[in-house]
């Protein structure tokens, strides 16, 4: 993955300023920026101060910080997760770090039951500002317990909004905006793209949490994607563009609430779609995508809509089998080649 | 309306325990109709009632502030009551008006009252206790002199949310009045059959957290020793276990048939009712009268029919609405 090359937008924004660092850095940027510019905001995860971060996410605040607002917090998903929610009642912006979306189940009774209710069951009465982090995603040899792509079961739920952070840009802008909204947020973050470097414009941030975003544009089919899937449909594109084939990738970003607007316009455009997730095919965000674009603008769709899903089945260990659980560049350029029949 | 007539009731009381009696009466009364609105299918879903439990809200929040926090399990008619928010809406909230003390979108198990601190009506047994402990994490942060008390019952002690929130609340010192209502029986299952350790108050040792049981059918006690455990949470911003041992008359809720207990055990604790424990107390040495009393439930009466005048008088929310409280409106 080279993401940098492929951002086709920033390549035509000239006087764009760009900057270049790793997704890890970007998150970290993000919350050292939180933390500074309001004294209400503190982050609580386990391992997130001594440790630095089980991923090395938040390696150096406690040292900046202090243990007042880099919270280590012992082995208590739900216990943190509510104490969190009940922070953000009383006045605080608590940043929530999961350290893997596996243990988010541990919490699911807090996020779901607690934060994302709290706002209707009290007839408006209390939001929630609460913003849960979690590393996710499918690629590191973690096997079954310790990868998976579980955005779909987050944002089945109303109260919630749930943001995919597919780029570098919204690895460092996401968080600012997260914060700075009333309720409930939860980003999924993928471990598996910590270490890559990219380039994004230097003041893009906070950015834009209520919209899906064009990340190259195209009039011959639609990518429809979200977190890692981002890049891997950029590459794709790239090398469809050597073929004659001009694709548009858009980056879903906010898989709740969805942004059908976005969707529909593009499938306007190109009249073909091929939808990318990681996480397995039934009843998932591309199944709702999916059932959206049959909805409201089935007419404009010049071939059937097609899926590359994970596939479904836990996460294998070997590395060959856990590359063939998700779908690839490779998979991207040839089902799009014979989509467009080339 | 029905507020300034409570208020009014209450500053022409002479003495604490008058207050007492009057609260715990209103709770009885006011669910007593309650039932009665279930059964002529003015208020559904579930309906818990706190009948036989009145002393533990009423002796725990009087000795809390204004500006301490509340936050208690589905069977929480009572502490709402207690806590002020008013009988017209609570019931109004049942009946799942607009005029709800949660605009009707949560029903008997979410009454929310933000201006009174009052943060549910929570039905996710011991989901609400982590909530308690960030809100006293906030107030830490913030440096506010406040604190918040958290009522569950003995079937919450069972869940990890109870283990993980002691632990927690102890581990970051924080001032959590932590008051576990125990009546025995959490819905059908016995006390006996939940834990290994039935003497709850012990428990607290685990997390190096001082820990207190009082007889919860005798309100003066619960006062007395919530007022200590508050005055010293408040002190020293620390976390207390109470555990307030009581017993609820009623089923559990009003689908249950009651199989689990025999009607002489009930009948027995029926004997300690905490109403009559503390009238004969008020009859005996505060010189409170027959008459008095009688004075007092004709009060109770007309504030628990002005409450269900309020909701009958209350307005249907329009469908158009439905989807509004689920994300905050751009302000």
Same mark, same amino acid.
């Given at each position: 993955?080279?993401?940098?090359?492929?951002?086709?937008?920033?390549?035509?924004?000239?006087?764009?300023?760009?900057?270049?660092?790793?997704?890890?850095?970007?998150?970290?940027?993000?919350?050292?920026?939180?933390?500074?510019?309001?004294?209400?905001?503190?982050?609580?995860?386990?391992?997130?101060?001594?440790?630095?971060?089980?991923?090395?996410?938040?390696?150096?605040?406690?040292?900046?910080?202090?243990?007042?607002?880099?919270?280590?917090?012992?082995?208590?998903?739900?216990?943190?997760?509510?104490?969190?929610?009940?922070?953000?009642?009383?006045?605080?912006?608590?940043?929530?770090?999961?350290?893997?979306?596996?243990?988010?189940?541990?919490?699911?009774?807090?996020?779901?039951?607690?934060?994302?209710?709290?706002?209707?069951?009290?007839?408006?009465?209390?939001?929630?500002?609460?913003?849960?982090?979690?590393?996710?995603?499918?690629?590191?040899?973690?096997?079954?317990?310790?990868?998976?792509?579980?955005?779909?079961?987050?944002?089945?739920?109303?109260?919630?909004?749930?943001?995919?952070?597919?780029?570098?840009?919204?690895?460092?802008?996401?968080?600012?905006?997260?914060?700075?909204?009333?309720?409930?947020?939860?980003?999924?973050?993928?471990?598996?793209?910590?270490?890559?470097?990219?380039?994004?414009?230097?003041?893009?941030?906070?950015?834009?949490?209520?919209?899906?975003?064009?990340?190259?544009?195209?009039?011959?089919?639609?990518?429809?994607?979200?977190?890692?899937?981002?890049?891997?449909?950029?590459?794709?594109?790239?090398?469809?563009?050597?073929?004659?084939?001009?694709?548009?990738?858009?980056?879903?970003?906010?898989?709740?609430?969805?942004?059908?607007?976005?969707?529909?316009?593009?499938?306007?455009?190109?009249?073909?779609?091929?939808?990318?997730?990681?996480?397995?095919?039934?009843?998932?965000?591309?199944?709702?995508?999916?059932?959206?674009?049959?909805?409201?603008?089935?007419?404009?769709?010049?071939?059937?809509?097609?899926?590359?899903?994970?596939?479904?089945?836990?996460?294998?260990?070997?590395?060959?089998?856990?590359?063939?659980?998700?779908?690839?560049?490779?998979?991207?350029?040839?089902?799009?080649?014979?989509?467009?029949?080339? | 309306?029905?507020?300034?007539?409570?208020? +009014?009731?209450? !500053?022409? #009381? *002479?003495? %604490?325990?008058?207050?007492? $009696? @009057?609260?715990?009466?209103?709770?009885?009364?006011?669910?007593?109709?309650?039932? +009665?609105?279930? !059964?002529? #299918? *003015?208020? %559904?879903?579930?309906?818990? $009632? @706190?009948?036989?439990?009145?002393?533990?809200?009423?002796?725990?929040?009087?000795?809390?502030?204004?500006?301490?926090?509340?936050?208690?399990?589905?069977?929480?008619?009572?502490?709402?009551?207690?806590?002020?928010?008013?009988?017209?809406?609570?019931?109004?909230?049942?009946?799942?008006?607009?005029?709800?003390?949660?605009?009707?979108?949560?029903?008997?198990?979410?009454?929310?009252?933000?201006?009174?601190?009052?943060?549910?009506?929570?039905?996710?047994?011991?989901?609400?206790?982590?909530?308690?402990?960030?809100?006293?994490?906030?107030?830490?942060?913030?440096?506010?002199?406040?604190?918040?008390?958290?009522?569950?019952?003995?079937?919450?002690?069972?869940?990890?949310?109870?283990?993980?929130?002691?632990?927690?609340?102890?581990?970051?010192?924080?001032?959590?009045?932590?008051?576990?209502?125990?009546?025995?029986?959490?819905?059908?299952?016995?006390?006996?059959?939940?834990?290994?350790?039935?003497?709850?108050?012990?428990?607290?040792?685990?997390?190096?957290?001082?820990?207190?049981?009082?007889?919860?059918?005798?309100?003066?006690?619960?006062?007395?020793?919530?007022?200590?455990?508050?005055?010293?949470?408040?002190?020293?911003?620390?976390?207390?276990?109470?555990?307030?041992?009581?017993?609820?008359?009623?089923?559990?809720?009003?689908?249950?048939?009651?199989?689990?207990?025999?009607?002489?055990?009930?009948?027995?604790?029926?004997?300690?009712?905490?109403?009559?424990?503390?009238?004969?107390?008020?009859?005996?040495?505060?010189?409170?009268?027959?008459?008095?009393?009688?004075?007092?439930?004709?009060?109770?009466?007309?504030?628990?029919?002005?409450?269900?005048?309020?909701?009958?008088?209350?307005?249907?929310?329009?469908?158009?609405?439905?989807?509004?409280?689920?994300?905050?409106?751009?302000?």
């Amino acid at each position: 993955m080279i993401p940098h090359e492929n951002f086709k937008e920033y390549k035509h924004m000239e006087s764009v300023t760009t900057i270049r660092m790793t997704y890890r850095e970007a998150l970290k940027q993000a919350i050292r920026e939180a933390l500074r510019n309001d004294e209400r905001v503190f982050l609580m995860g386990e391992d997130v101060g001594r440790y630095g971060g089980a991923f090395a996410v938040s390696k150096g605040l406690l040292q900046e910080f202090g243990p007042d607002r880099i919270m280590d917090v012992p082995l208590s998903e739900s216990g943190f997760a509510g104490a969190g929610i009940g922070a953000a009642l009383g006045g605080m912006r608590p940043i929530i770090e999961i350290m893997t979306v596996n243990f988010s189940l541990l919490a699911f009774d807090q996020i779901a039951n607690n934060a994302a209710t709290l706002l209707h069951m009290s007839g408006g009465q209390l939001n929630v500002p609460v913003v849960f982090r979690m590393s996710s995603g499918i690629g590191r040899q973690l096997a079954a317990q310790h990868s998976h792509s579980w955005e779909p079961l987050f944002a089945h739920i109303p109260g919630l909004k749930v943001l995919s952070v597919g780029t570098h840009e919204d690895a460092r802008g996401m968080l600012a905006a997260a914060l700075a909204d009333p309720d409930p947020v939860v980003l999924f973050e993928y471990t598996a793209m910590l270490n890559l470097e990219g380039e994004f414009p230097a003041n893009n941030h906070p950015v834009n949490i209520a919209s899906a975003k064009v990340r190259r544009a195209g009039k011959d089919i639609s990518i429809i994607t979200y977190g890692p899937g981002v890049y891997k449909a950029l590459d794709a594109a790239r090398e469809l563009d050597a073929s004659g084939i001009d694709a548009e990738v858009l980056d879903l970003r906010v898989l709740r609430p969805l942004d059908e607007r976005a969707i529909t316009d593009s499938v306007s455009k190109t009249h073909k779609v091929l939808i990318v997730e990681e996480a397995s095919r039934s009843v998932s965000i591309s199944s709702e995508v999916t059932a959206r674009i049959i909805e409201k603008c089935f007419y404009e769709l010049d071939a059937p809509i097609q899926r590359l899903c994970g596939v479904e089945v836990p996460i294998p260990y070997p590395r060959h089998l856990e590359e063939a659980s998700i779908p690839q560049k490779d998979q991207i350029v040839s089902t799009i080649k014979n989509i467009l029949k080339k | 309306m029905e507020q300034q007539h409570q208020q +009014e009731e209450l !500053t022409m #009381e *002479k003495s %604490r325990e008058q207050q007492f $009696l @009057y609260q715990m009466m209103l709770i009885r009364r006011f669910e007593e109709k309650a039932a +009665e609105m279930y !059964t002529k #299918e *003015k208020i %559904r879903g579930f309906l818990h $009632l @706190y009948i036989g439990e009145e002393a533990v809200a009423t002796g725990v929040i009087n000795a809390l502030r204004p500006e301490d926090n509340i936050l208690c399990t589905y069977r929480e008619h009572g502490q709402a009551i207690v806590r002020g928010v008013d009988p017209g809406a609570i019931m109004a909230e049942m009946y799942g008006k607009r005029e709800g003390c949660s605009g009707g979108r949560g029903g008997s198990m979410h009454l929310f009252d933000a201006s009174k601190r009052f943060y549910g009506g929570n039905a996710i047994v011991a989901g609400h206790l982590p909530m308690a402990l960030g809100l006293a994490l906030a107030d830490k942060k913030m440096r506010r002199k406040q604190i918040t008390c958290c009522f569950f019952g003995e079937g919450a002690v069972a869940e990890g949310e109870f283990h993980e929130s002691m632990n927690l609340s102890s581990l970051w010192q924080v001032p959590v009045l932590w008051v576990c209502e125990n009546n025995l029986y959490a819905m059908g299952t016995a006390i006996k059959y939940s834990h290994a350790v039935t003497n709850l108050e012990v428990k607290a040792a685990g997390y190096g957290m001082p820990s207190a049981s009082v007889d919860g059918m005798d309100v003066r006690a619960v006062w007395d020793a919530a007022e200590k455990a508050a005055h010293g949470v408040r002190d020293s911003g620390k976390p207390f276990f109470l555990v307030c041992n009581t017993y609820r008359f009623r089923a559990h809720s009003m689908f249950d048939a009651e199989l689990y207990r025999d009607k002489s055990e009930v009948e027995e604790w029926k004997k300690r009712d905490p109403i009559a424990l503390l009238a004969s107390y008020l009859l005996d040495h505060e010189g409170m009268t027959n008459e008095d009393f009688k004075a007092l439930e004709e009060h109770v009466g007309s504030v628990v029919e002005q409450a269900v005048q309020f909701a009958e008088a209350g307005t249907w929310e329009s469908i158009d609405e439905l989807t509004k409280f689920v994300y905050s409106e751009p302000k």
